[in-house]
């Protein structure tokens, strides 16, 4: 006898954000970050050059607005990235997934490359930094810092 | 001003060093009155915590009076007296939303080094660790809190800075931990360490409906603080086995909750605690869980283990089998300690209970080398050292 795969009874499947896995697979570096802030606004945190993409000396090629922004780093960038932003609702009113995804190409060569992680400036360190200070202006007004803080470290005795 | 420094492993000295500055628009700036040297501070002094630097400020158990507000504060003002919680919260955050303030997204600088190690990053924490944050403790002449409406609670002048001081962390933190045991009338606790947050567990429990709470530690005059409270007291030195102890006292079932309130330096003289001492100075192993191993085994089936004593890193031996065979629940992590300091200031209000029985040793800031070296060789039966800073 041919069995024949019957549809499962499932329960309603609530609303929920599928995600493209296979979009931009290919490139190095892929985060996601969920930002208490509604869409329009992390949005143009991010298009805003001077807060959301600043540290890649990069021009924005491509972009649909509220959704997407696709940028290239100019000539004069010492790394050279190109990459994606998608900003999609999250799965609660005023909430918003930013999925970032970078291909990048560095100066010097597997050595730098080691040299820059282990200082924490490899690209993709820098990518999730800027993903949580996007986070952190977004949510609490503010990028938290301790630079400029005292220590026994420059001790006046 | 003057400010107590962690400069390695069994040193800490007052250095003079800058005033803090606002850096961000919601710090305050608070000149400190008083200030307490915490259990887990002795985790620090004994390097067990990484990502310490020479010449980080200590100390997480702090309060003052405001004396300057950035421009986005606006519930707080200079003159006000505060007690600040150890943990930092950001007030904002899905975690701040929900009370959990001690898991805030937004306050830990160092983030992506904690998310490496723990899969996903804490809230900063005052004066513990660059893992934590790397922010500057209190025990210090000033100190600098950011995001300082959600970090700091208003206390009335007539109560004394004793009386209140707790409030940032040690008296939360043992109530946080009974809470944690979801208490039913009639229930027994039995709570592993009795010092500060051992003490604050003890009354908690009492607090919440607990019938009978079991002290265990070594120290007598600790124990005698716990009887105080009206606790069942057990040295564990002085039984034969503190599991068929426990079972004993608890007439074969067990205790419906048990509380770790020793964390990751366990003393103990069981075989796997020397073993412990052992892996632990050859890094084979980072932490010393004896007391929790205990704790395990000791509670009843579909009991709660509740931990608030501090873990940072590999465990080895954990019974899990155990655990799972019983059917245990495990509530544990960094207390919530805004979520706690408004109602636990109205029982100090109400004179509910004052904190300030834990008190044994009183010093100024010049003495902090002296007392760290004190508590943490529990010489002249020190609990709790508070640092009067006028």
New interface residues.
């Given amino acids: 006898m041919e069995t024949q795969l019957q549809p499962s009874v499932l329960p309603k499947a609530p609303k929920r954000i599928v995600f493209d896995n296979q979009l931009a697979k290919d490139l190095k570096v892929r985060h996601s970050i969920?930002i208490?802030c509604g869409r329009a606004k992390v949005f143009a945190y991010w298009r805003d050059i001077k807060s959301g993409l600043a540290q890649w000396h990069a021009d924005i090629t491509e972009e649909k607005e509220n959704a997407m922004l696709v940028w290239t780093s100019r000539e004069s960038a010492e790394v050279k990235t190109k990459g994606t932003i998608i900003f999609e609702d999250g799965l609660k009113p005023e909430q918003t997934v930013v999925r970032f995804a970078m291909d990048y190409s560095l100066p010097g060569g597997k050595l730098t490359e080691w040299a820059r992680f282990f200082k924490?400036e490899d690209p993709d360190?820098l990518a999730?930094?800027s993903l949580?200070h996007g986070?952190?202006y977004l949510?609490?007004?503010?990028?938290?810092?301790?630079?400029?803080?005292?220590?026994?470290?420059?001790?006046?005795? | 001003m003057k400010a107590l420094c962690w400069d390695g492993k069994q040193k800490v000295n007052v250095h003079i060093v800058d005033d803090p500055q606002i850096l961000n628009p919601h710090d305050a700036i608070v000149k400190v009155t008083s200030a307490a040297i915490c259990g887990s501070d002795l985790h620090l002094y004994d390097g067990y915590i990484p990502t310490m630097k020479k010449g980080d400020i200590l100390g997480h158990e702090t309060m003052g009076e405001v004396v300057e507000v950035g421009p986005q504060v606006t519930k707080i003002k200079v003159g006000d007296r505060i007690v600040i919680p150890f943990d930092i919260g950001c007030g904002h955050c899905e975690f701040c939303q929900r009370e959990e303030f001690s898991a805030c997204d937004n306050t830990n600088p160092n983030s992506v080094l904690a998310d490496k190690l723990y899969g996903y990053s804490g809230s900063g924490l005052f004066g513990y660790s660059h893992l934590y944050g790397g922010y500057a403790g209190g025990q210090a002449e000033y100190i600098r809190v950011p995001f300082a409406d959600t970090n700091s609670v208003v206390v009335p002048r007539h109560l004394k800075d004793e009386q209140v001081l707790f409030l940032s962390d040690i008296f939360p933190t043992g109530y946080m931990a009974a809470e944690n045991c979801n208490i039913r009338r009639g229930d027994t606790v039995a709570i592993w360490g009795a010092g500060p947050v051992g003490q604050m567990a003890i009354r908690s429990a009492f607090l919440l409906g607990a019938e009978r709470v079991i002290s265990i530690d070594h120290y007598e005059g600790r124990l005698k603080m716990s009887a105080l409270a009206g606790a069942e007291t057990v040295n564990y030195e002085e039984v034969d086995g503190i599991l068929d102890e426990i079972k004993y006292l608890t007439g074969g079932r067990g205790p419906d909750s048990c509380i770790d309130a020793v964390g990751l330096e366990a003393h103990g003289h069981t075989v796997t605690a020397t073993l412990d001492r052992v892996k632990a100075a050859a890094f084979l192993a980072t932490d010393r869980p004896d007391a929790l191993r205990q704790a395990i085994q000791a509670c009843r089936k579909c009991g709660t283990v509740s931990i608030p004593g501090v873990y940072g890193g590999l465990l080895d031996k954990i019974p899990f089998g155990a655990a799972f065979g019983k059917g245990l629940t495990f509530k544990m992590g960094q207390t919530h300690t805004q979520k706690y300091m408004k109602p636990l200031l109205e029982r100090i209000s109400n004179e509910e209970i004052d904190p300030s029985f834990v008190i044994t040793h009183k010093i100024k800031l010049d003495e902090g080398p002296e007392a760290y070296k004190m508590f943490n060789e529990k010489k002249d039966e020190c609990i709790k050292v508070v640092i009067n800073m006028q």
């Fill in positions: 969920t208490e924490g360190t999730i930094k949580k986070k952190a949510e609490a007004g503010e990028i938290p810092t301790t630079e400029g803080q005292p220590s026994g470290r420059k001790d006046k005795q």
